[in-house]
C-alpha cells in the first residue's frame, strides 16, 4: 500500500515570508492547531477544509515536474496527529530545500527526528501573549539553538512582551547569536493591515538590527 498522508491543502505557490521568500514551494498545509492566535490568516480555512489523503508519489512527482521545494505548514506539524506524518515526508521525499513553520510546540524533538543530510530549515514561530509564553519562547530559543538550520519568524506586534523578548535577542541571548536568522514581519491579515504594520516592523528591526519580511503571499495573494 502507497504511503500517504492527510492534508487540507496541497498546492504549488512560492514561499511569502522568511530566508527562502520567493521560492517557488509545493505547500502542505496540515488542519490541526495546538494554540487560536487571534489574528491567524489561516484559521477559518483550517476550521472548514476536510482533510484527505495525498499519496507521497504524487507530492514527489510535483517536486520533480515543477522544481519546487517543500513547504510544510498548518495548523502546527509537530502536534501529534501529525509528527509522524512530518518526519515521513521530510524523510522520504527528494527535494532541493524544505521549509517547516512550527509555533515551537515539539519543534526540538522534530528537528532530533529528521535525517540531517536533509536540507531543511525549520521556521520557529514563537507566540509570546502571556508572560508564560515569553518564558516557554526563551526555554525553547535555548534549547534549539544548537541547531543552526532553525530560524525565527515573529509576527511584530508594539507589546511589552514581544518587546522584552526581542531586547533579549539584541542582547544575544546567553551567547546564541540568533540575529542573522531572525526575521520580523507585521501583524495582519488583509494587505491593507499589512502595509498598515509594516512600518513599526521595519522600525523594530532597525533598532534590533534583524530581518524584515513582508508576507508576500498576503499582500499579492497568491495563496
Known sequence: MEKSVKLIENFVSWQGEGPDSGRS????????????????????????????????????????????????????????????????????????????????????????????????????????????????????????SVFKNVYLKIVYENNSLLIEFLEILAKDYQGLQWDHRIWLMPEGITRSDLIRNAEGAFDACEKYKLNFSSRSHIIFGFV
Open 25 to 144: 514551494m509545493i505547500i502542505l498545509r496540515f488542519k490541526t492547531c495546538n494554540l487560536k492566535c487571534s489574528w491567524c490568516d489561516t484559521s477559518v480555512k483550517m476550521r472548514i477544509s476536510a482533510e484527505a489523503p495525498h499519496l507521497l508519489s504524487d507530492i514527489q512527482n510535483t517536486i520533480n515536474d515543477k522544481k519546487a521545494g517543500l513547504l510544510i505548514t498548518g495548523g502546527e506539524p509537530t502536534v501529534a496527529r501529525h509528527f509522524d506524518e512530518t518526519v515521513m515526508l521530510l524523510n522520504e521525499l527528494h527535494y532541493p530545500v524544505a521549509n517547516v513553520e512550527s509555533n515551537g510546540h515539539k519543534l526540538y524533538d522534530l528537528v532530533m527526528a529528521v535525517d540531517k543530510t536533509k536540507p531543511v530549515k525549520f521556521m520557529y514561530s514563537p507566540k509570546i501573549f502571556t508572560e508564560k509564553d515569553l518564558d516557554n519562547a526563551l526555554k525553547t530559543l535555548e534549547s534549539l
